[in-house]
């Protein structure tokens, strides 16, 4: 509580302004600040979320870019040299992952990525063959430890690089967890755009799909909002990143357990990344897009 109050009098010098932590977040510090009957949302950067991949630089790209499209929240400041970056607060709420599945949410999903992923080009990347591998990396560096699981896992992901060989880069969230959406009623929104990088538009599809448990129907409904058609190499394409968005996901837990000073269970979250993955490797329908 004591960061936040300093961080808020620092972008708010002798102004009064009031806030109240905001919950939800794992990597970082956000509070809702109000000050001149305006209502903000400052984020305090974590430590080291470097070692996560994070360029807070990009981050504040990307999340102009989607303020620019209708999609994010509006960027009001962004302090340096800590990279703390505040929003206008928007009055909405997450959906539950249920209303998420419905065709009339996936439709906005669709179009929504579409309209980032065409965008203009940021100036980082996000490749998440190579993001395991340095969260491997860094956690072995910091003296922690790595599953035996990502041997075997890396070993597919691998056979899935070798089939994503020659995807167009394009801009990406990479981080689309049911957390991230906020619909005010009229229009939902995207936030918390800190991973975002030049990447596979079908990792972006794969973390939705995974994270809010889509079937075999919704990931066709989805694909179909994106591309205004179903094509069997789209469906293929999409089942394989969904692996991958969980060994990102595991990875992160395992090297946030090294670096991270926040209160939460990092080694659960690791773990059932790992389940969830093991869960997607035995499906016939990944089974079947691995052997191509």
Not at 41 to 70: H, Q
Not at 89 to 116: Q, S
Not at 195 to 215: Q, R, T, V
Request: net charge negative; glycine share 10%; proline share 4%.
């Amino acid at each position: 509580m004591s960061e936040l109050a300093g961080a808020v009098e620092r972008v708010w010098p002798g102004r009064g302004a009031r806030f109240e932590p905001l919950g939800g977040g794992i990597t970082n510090h956000n509070a809702r600040v109000e000050v001149d009957g305006e209502r903000y949302v400052l984020r305090v950067a974590g430590k080291d979320t470097n070692l996560l991949g994070i360029d807070r630089s990009v981050e504040l790209e990307a999340t102009r870019a989607a303020a620019a499209l209708g999609i994010g929240p509006e960027v009001v400041a962004f302090v340096e040299p800590e990279g703390w970056l505040v929003t206008r607060f928007i009055d909405g709420a997450i959906p539950t992952p249920e209303r998420m599945r419905e065709p009339e949410m996936l439709a906005r999903v669709g179009e929504a990525l579409r309209a980032f992923h065409h965008g203009s080009p940021l100036a980082g990347s996000f490749d998440s063959f190579r993001v395991v591998e340095a969260y491997r990396e860094t956690t072995l560096d910091r003296g922690g430890e790595v599953p035996a699981t990502y041997e075997w896992a890396h070993g597919v992901s691998e056979k899935i690089e070798a089939r994503r060989a020659g995807a167009r880069p394009v801009p990406c969230h990479n981080d689309l967890l049911n957390a991230n959406f906020l619909d005010d009623g009229e229009r939902f929104r995207i936030v918390d755009w800190e991973y975002a990088g030049m990447g596979d538009p079908f990792f972006d599809l794969a973390i939705f799909s995974i994270n809010h448990e889509l079937d075999g129907a919704g990931r066709s409904s989805l694909l179909r909002a994106y591309f205004g058609e179903l094509r069997a190499e789209d469906a293929r394409a999409l089942e394989l990143m969904r692996f991958m968005s969980d060994f990102r996901e595991a990875m992160w837990g395992v090297v946030q357990v090294a670096v991270s000073e926040l209160d939460f269970d990092f080694v659960a979250y690791a773990s059932e990344h790992f389940d969830r993955l093991e869960r997607t490797a035995v499906e016939p329908s990944f089974r079947a897009a691995l052997a191509g």
